[in-house]
């Protein structure tokens, strides 16, 4: 009796798995958090380690109460299984394990947390999803997240903001961008569900299906919903490979299915082609401008910023050279933005990619070629189960073959696309469920694994209804669970604390367009987001994102007390100032050290000490050079840097290293104004006017390149030029350029500002920027 109530409460724990499955796909999509440097993966992924600890705690208190682990695998499992092994190990020894772990700043969709999480998740769910009433039911919950999911996308391609609905961080809402990420990922959520939905009609239409209730109609809406948004972001090249590739895919296997199949009528082929058809000729118009411009008008796709196969190649390639063990294993899990930052040409070193131009070269930088063999392996599986079930084809088969086709499908997009969390989870969920698909069909194909284990309770002794040992147990996985969320908890919290002073940023960037706010003004704005980001950081201090955000603004607010002090001379406001410039010190700081690989966290902390400087704290020149040469260790062609460096030794009177670090800025790019100027006062101190005036003469090539002759510093070049040589200054004609120039790729102007950095923008006034 006591392994019978066992069982039953085996098959309660079951059935709530499958409830909190079923949830994790619906809300799945649209579980975002819109940070402007990550839209779609933190929010997701803290939705999948929520619900997979749900369905592994309950699956662990299931074998408790149960005594037995059943669990279907086939051949397959194993290289998942050596997978998530290679993976582990480049972890275990990655340079910066906190990275591998978490992800880059912390994001967690790409670090082994993250996609360790969704393997568990697709495993476990083979032992609560077994029958083909189980798998619609599944099939039908995602249908829902992907008909809430595209409708919401289709909206914000249309110019609208869902999170307008939300005041507090409306503002960080994106038009012409989809709810789940990038256009191209939508292509393939949309090609997904579509094919989920065709094979569903199929399923219905099998004979042995008469006791499932028929929801044909539901997956027609499906299918509608999803190809309208499909070919709304048809017009993005991208997206639109995905979806040439996704046809190609579709219809090569239905015409094998039509020579193997002789007893479907010339009807039924023409019906099964209708739709890929459909999408591919509404997918070309889409490439005519005159049918986007009916739909969209003068709205746009927003489209990230991707880098190209060369570069991505180039990256990937000269990261594995760096050691045997990065060639074997890779750099570690989300590694690819490390190695671009130490590797990426001069003319990026402005921009920064956390991922190549596809999945395959991203996780060879991460992973190594032990992780490419696995993958390769893997899709050598897949594509032999296609093989097989398209030779030993039958009519009563065909479902197989399909859900075989869309893991193809899936797996292929890898070598086109980089995966986010979302497509991630998607393929290793359909290959659990082509898994489950084929215990259904073919059995013999499927072996059951069953371990017995020691059932908690059923003893002969117990005379007690209730065990005392499984309810130990339980209590203590509940306990443990509990713990889990409230972790998972604290880091929402903190992250939408993050979401609240992004949002105030950019609320108060509009506000003061025209004006500059009062410093009363300035101090209430700096205070609201040190509450907030303090906030942020109180509920994880582990994310050296956040640990960098405070000490930002910790040296903001210490800014403006100082300008306080100066005018009341208060003891309290500077007391207040110098905790804040420990702080931003300390958390700049552990930044760095939670994260030791990322260069943002070293130039972060390069700003946090010319800022401090910049309000007269001189005394802290020499470690600010010293915390320069750490940022430049890391990123050796950041031109900003050099340029910083010589303006302190420019302040220190070291005139021979503040040359050698400029001229170092301008060996990296030409064209740099500042360091342009202070190189030419530097010549002109050590008395060597003409090369001061070789400098000079540069400088004045470069503004007028970028038209800007009618700047102050344009008229007071011309000036200094005048007063050292004598004689009057002509304009450059076109094409006489004086010296050497790089073009900036990005086309923007060349006068910029750094971040937290008083830039040199007086001829006459170089040593007063760093006092």
Same mark, same amino acid.
């Given at each position: 009796m006591a392994l019978d109530k066992n069982n039953d409460i085996g098959r309660i724990i079951s059935v709530i798995q499958k409830i909190f499955l079923y949830v994790l796909v619906v809300i799945l999509p649209v579980s975002i958090l819109p940070f402007p440097w990550d839209y779609t993966e933190k929010g997701m992924t803290l939705v999948i380690l929520l619900f997979t600890l749900f369905i592994l705690g309950l699956e662990l208190i299931k074998i408790i109460w149960t005594g037995k682990i059943v669990f279907i695998k086939r051949d397959i499992d194993f290289v998942l299984f050596v997978l998530l092994i290679s993976l582990v190990l480049t972890t275990i020894f990655a340079s910066d394990t906190n990275l591998s772990l978490f992800g880059y700043n912390y994001r967690l969709s790409s670090g082994l947390i993250g996609i360790s999480s969704i393997f568990f998740v697709a495993f476990i769910s083979r032992s609560f999803v077994s029958s083909k009433k189980d798998l619609l039911g599944l099939l039908n919950a995602f249908f829902a997240g992907s008909i809430l999911a595209s409708s919401?996308?289709?909206?914000?391609?249309?110019?609208?903001?869902?999170?307008?609905?939300?005041?507090?961080?409306?503002?960080?809402?994106?038009?012409?961008?989809?709810?789940?990420?990038?256009?191209?990922?939508?292509?393939?959520?949309?090609?997904?569900?579509?094919?989920?939905?065709?094979?569903t009609l199929n399923i219905f239409s099998e004979k042995d299906s008469s006791k499932i209730n028929d929801s044909?109609?539901?997956?027609?809406?499906?299918?509608?919903?999803?190809?309208?948004?499909?070919?709304?972001?048809?017009?993005?090249?991208?997206? =639109?490979?995905?979806?040439?590739?996704?046809?190609?895919?579709?219809?090569?296997?239905?015409?094998?299915?039509?020579?193997?199949?002789?007893?479907?009528?010339?009807?039924?082929?023409?019906?099964?082609?209708?739709?890929?058809?459909?999408?591919?000729?509404?997918?070309?118009l889409m490439q005519v401008e005159s049918v986007r411009g009916l739909i969209f008008g003068d709205k746009e796709i927003i489209t990230p910023l991707k880098l190209?196969?060369?570069?991505?190649?180039?990256?990937?390639?000269?990261?594995?050279?760096?050691?045997?063990?990065?060639?074997?294993?890779?750099?570690?899990?989300?590694?690819?933005?490390?190695?671009?930052?130490?590797?990426?040409?001069?003319?990026?070193?402005?921009?920064?990619?956390?991922?190549?131009?596809?999945?395959?070269?991203?996780?060879?930088?991460?992973?190594?070629?032990?992780?490419?063999?696995?993958?390769?392996?893997?899709?050598?599986?897949?594509?032999?189960?296609?093989?097989?079930?398209?030779?030993?084809?039958?009519?009563?088969?065909?479902?197989?073959?399909?859900?075989?086709?869309?893991?193809?499908?899936v797996y292929l997009t890898s070598f086109l696309t980089t995966y986010t969390v979302l497509i991630r989870f998607l393929l290793f969920l359909l290959i659990s469920l082509a898994v489950i698909l084929r215990k259904i069909y073919k059995e013999d194909q499927v072996?059951?694994?069953? =371990?017995?284990?020691?059932?908690?309770?059923?003893?002969?002794?117990?005379?007690?209804?209730?065990?005392?040992?499984?309810?130990?147990?339980?209590?203590?996985?509940?306990?443990?669970?509990?713990?889990g969320v409230v972790r998972l908890g604290r880091i929402t919290l903190s992250s939408l604390y993050l979401l609240r002073a992004e949002s105030y940023i950019i609320e108060q960037n509009a506000k003061y367009t025209e004006e500059s706010p009062t410093i009363d003004e300035q101090e209430a704005i700096v205070s609201n987001l040190y509450r907030w980001y303090q906030t942020a950081l109180n509920y994880d201090k582990n994310n050296p994102l956040t640990n960098r955000k405070f000490s930002t603004v910790a040296v903001d607010r210490l800014s403006i007390l100082m300008r306080m002090y100066e005018d009341s001379e208060d003891e309290d406001i500077l007391n207040d100032?110098?905790?804040?410039?420990?702080?931003? =010190?300390?958390?700049?700081?552990?930044?760095?050290?939670?994260?030791?690989?990322?260069?943002?966290?070293?130039?972060?902390?390069?700003?946090?000490?010319?800022?401090?400087?910049?309000?007269?704290?001189?005394?802290?020149?020499?470690?600010?050079?010293?915390?320069?040469?750490?940022?430049?260790?890391?990123?050796?062609?950041?031109?900003?840097?050099?340029?910083?460096?010589?303006?302190?030794?420019?302040?220190?009177?070291?005139?021979?290293?503040?040359?050698?670090?400029?001229?170092?800025?301008?060996?990296?790019?030409?064209?740099?104004?500042?360091?342009?100027?202070?190189?030419?006062?530097?010549?002109?101190?050590?008395?060597?006017?003409?090369?001061?005036?070789?400098?000079?003469?540069?400088?004045?090539?470069?503004?007028?390149?970028?038209?800007?002759?009618?700047?102050?510093?344009?008229?007071?070049?011309?000036?200094?030029?005048?007063?050292?040589?004598?004689?009057?200054?002509?304009?450059?004609?076109?094409?006489?350029?004086?010296?050497?120039?790089?073009?900036?790729?990005?086309?923007?102007?060349?006068?910029?500002?750094t971040d937290n950095t008083e830039i040199v923008t007086d001829i006459e006034d170089v040593p007063e920027t760093v006092q």
């Open positions: 919401i996308s289709v909206i914000t391609l249309l110019g609208g903001n869902i999170f307008e609905l939300v005041p507090k961080i409306s503002n960080l809402g994106i038009t012409g961008y989809p709810i789940v990420g990038a256009p191209v990922v939508l292509a393939i959520y949309n090609s997904v569900s579509i094919f989920l939905a065709y094979i044909s109609w539901f997956s027609i809406v499906v299918i509608l919903v999803n190809i309208a948004s499909l070919l709304m972001v048809a017009v993005n090249p991208s997206a =639109f490979y995905i979806i040439i590739l996704f046809l190609a895919v579709w219809v090569l296997s239905l015409i094998v299915i039509f020579f193997k199949d002789s007893k479907m009528s010339p009807k039924a082929k023409i019906m099964q082609l209708v739709i890929p058809v459909l999408i591919l000729i509404i997918s070309i190209s196969l060369n570069f991505s190649w180039q990256i990937a390639s000269q990261s594995l050279t760096t050691s045997l063990r990065s060639a074997i294993i890779g750099l570690g899990l989300d590694n690819f933005g490390v190695a671009f930052t130490a590797l990426k040409p001069i003319e990026l070193v402005n921009v920064n990619f956390l991922s190549a131009y596809n999945e395959v070269l991203t996780f060879l930088s991460n992973g190594g070629f032990l992780w490419l063999v696995i993958w390769l392996i893997l899709g050598w599986y897949i594509l032999r189960d296609l093989v097989k079930d398209l030779k030993d084809y039958k009519s009563q088969d065909r479902t197989l073959v399909l859900f075989d086709i869309l893991v193809l499908f072996d059951t694994v069953l =371990f017995k284990v020691w059932a908690m309770g059923t003893s002969k002794q117990e005379d007690k209804d209730t065990a005392v040992t499984p309810i130990f147990f339980s209590v203590l996985i509940s306990i443990v669970m509990l713990l100032a110098v905790n804040l410039r420990s702080q931003a =010190f300390e958390y700049s700081r552990n930044a760095i050290n939670l994260s030791p690989s990322l260069f943002s966290n070293y130039n972060n902390r390069v700003q946090v000490y010319f800022s401090v400087i910049n309000m007269g704290y001189t005394e802290y020149v020499r470690d600010a050079i010293a915390v320069i040469n750490e940022a430049l260790a890391k990123n050796p062609y950041d031109y900003q840097n050099y340029y910083n460096k010589a303006q302190l030794y420019y302040y220190l009177q070291n005139y021979d290293l503040a040359l050698e670090s400029s001229n170092q800025a301008l060996a990296i790019k030409g064209d740099y104004v500042e360091a342009l100027i202070l190189s030419a006062n530097i010549y002109g101190i050590q008395g060597k006017t003409e090369t001061q005036l070789n400098y000079l003469e540069a400088l004045k090539t470069v503004l007028e390149n970028n038209d800007l002759e009618e700047s102050d510093l344009y008229n007071q070049l011309i000036e200094q030029i005048e007063s050292i040589s004598g004689e009057p200054v002509e304009a450059t004609t076109e094409g006489d350029t004086g010296a050497e120039t790089q073009e900036n790729e990005a086309g923007a102007e060349l006068v910029e500002e």
